[in-house]
């Protein structure tokens, strides 16, 4: 007899189950929005999922609306089984829920034995992202054998802006998930952001269409475009998929093979599909695993001076009230679409956090509750690790600060900001220029072994002028740039 399976909010994909005739529960429990602001569109999104899994499955789904999870799974008479949680609080109550049983982790390419089998095999040194994804690579024989050469040169020229993905069409399951978080919000659960029209997919056709799209459309300029950000055009050539992978609406092994096809095929060079597949067999891969293995200990690490709270206009997404330009507008993005792709993350939000010494631990929930992607495994190493640098270094070689002639480079803010990006001083200022040099004189004993750091130090030493560097900085404070 099978056994009825629990289905997660993030593991509503077809590959989460093993059988068409397998019985399914699903849960909502409105104590966990309840509990920290998220994101609105972040709540609809995920009632969304659940909603329309629950619909898909039909008589097979039964959907309970509960307190907890343990009063929930008390009301179900048979045997439930459940696939490997995404967090360790989920994994926790699992395992003290008595007959239920947990399966393995399904989602990912790669096993938790596997990970810990390579890990503690080069130990010698730092566990670095480069280095699994050539084992993974390697293992699942990946970007490796022969290329259709004739059709390498069939993929477009540059393009830049690309064909927007297809819209998403929201139904009576998307009003009625509406409804409910205005009752909610009017009960006292409090959201940040705005709400909107649904953005993201809340269902496997929703996001294997997206995909199609992606890998037609997108692709072939990724490895140009992933790394710009502009003020017109916040998705560029990015899939804006991984709210998808993050829900369990797609499994990374078939678009790994659907982009490699594309390489093969000569639609997509391979200057675009590497980095794409690095995204999804390497990083993702890398950071799923690394929460396994280090974690509880990953978070509480303080590698760099890092105390100061975050403070309410950031927290509250108020983007009217900075000037500079690249803040205001993705700020503007994250208040408007709880979404941003990775560099605006790291460069802009990311790195004014870290220049400011913001505390890892409240930067990392910010992301988890702003961001429709926003999940505890990812957060964890890509905030508290390669973003903050509060890991011990376990993660990434170097804090990841940069000031504003790098933000300058690869994105259109600069020109029609009132900072001037090579000013450190004045109030032509860049607060991403002061407070990168700031930064390093904060962190100067911690940082100097770093060579490309201390390079960077050696040039902005002057006394005078560093003095009044962190002078400026200080005054600055909390205040919105």
Excluded at 77 to 105: D, I, M, Q, Y
Excluded at 209 to 227: C, K, N, Q, S, W
Excluded at 252 to 271: C, M, N, S
Aim: net charge negative.
């Amino acid at each position: 007899m099978l056994r009825r399976r629990w289905l997660l909010a993030d593991q509503l994909g077809p590959h989460f189950l093993d059988d068409p005739a397998q019985p399914v529960l699903l849960v909502e429990i409105q104590e966990l929005f309840r509990r920290r602001p998220m994101h609105r569109q972040k709540a609809h999104l995920i009632l969304s999922a659940v909603r329309h899994r629950a619909a898909e499955l039909g008589d097979r789904a039964l959907l309970l609306r509960t307190d907890t999870f343990r009063e929930a799974l008390a009301q179900v008479a048979e045997p439930v089984e459940v696939s490997h949680p995404h967090s360790w609080a989920a994994l926790r109550f699992a395992r003290t829920v008595p007959g239920l049983t947990v399966l393995p982790a399904r989602g990912f390419i790669t096993s938790q034995a596997d990970f810990a089998a390579w890990a503690d095999r080069t130990r010698r040194g730092p566990l670095r992202m480069a280095d699994h994804y050539r084992h993974v690579r390697r293992q699942h024989i990946v970007l490796t054998g022969p290329v259709n050469a004739a059709g390498q040169t069939r993929h477009p020229g540059a393009q830049g802006r690309a064909e927007p993905p297809p819209p998403i069409v929201e139904d009576d399951i998307d009003a009625q998930v509406r409804r409910d978080l205005d009752v909610w919000a009017a009960d006292g659960v409090r959201f940040v952001g705005r709400d909107g029209p649904r953005q993201h997919p809340a269902t496997h056709a929703e996001a294997q269409a997206r995909l199609e799209h992606f890998l037609t459309h997108r692709l072939p300029e990724y490895g140009r475009y992933a790394d710009v950000m502009s003020a017109d055009d916040p998705l560029f050539a990015h899939s804006a998929l991984s709210s998808s992978f993050n829900l369990g609406l797609l499994h990374p092994e078939p678009a790994v093979r659907a982009a490699e096809q594309a390489w093969r095929a000569g639609t997509a060079p391979r200057t675009a599909v590497e980095p794409f597949i690095r995204g999804l067999l390497g990083w993702r891969e890398f950071l799923w695993q690394l929460y396994w293995y280090f974690e509880p200990r990953f978070r509480g690490a303080d590698w760099l001076a890092a105390t100061e709270p975050i403070p309410d206009w950031f927290a509250d997404l108020d983007a009217d009230a900075v000037e500079a330009r690249c803040l205001a507008d993705v700020l503007a993005a994250v208040r408007d679409r709880a979404w941003t792709h990775q560099t605006p993350r790291l460069l802009v939000l990311g790195n004014y956090a870290l220049q400011r010494g913001w505390r890892p631990a409240e930067v990392a929930d910010w992301f988890e509750r702003c961001f429709v992607d926003g999940t505890d495994w990812v957060m964890n190493a890509t905030v508290i690790g390669m973003s903050q640098y509060a890991d011990l270094s376990r993660v990434d070689t170097r804090p990841y600060a940069v000031d504003g002639t790098d933000i300058d480079e690869i994105s259109d803010y600069c020109g029609g900001c009132r900072y001037v990006p090579e000013r450190a001083l004045g109030d032509l200022a860049c607060p991403y220029t002061g407070g990168f040099e700031s930064f390093l004189h904060r962190n100067r004993e911690r940082l100097v072994t770093d060579p490309r750091l201390a390079a960077e130090l050696a040039r902005r030493d002057e006394p005078e002028h560093r003095e009044a560097v962190v002078a400026q900085e200080e005054k600055r404070g909390s205040t919105a740039p």
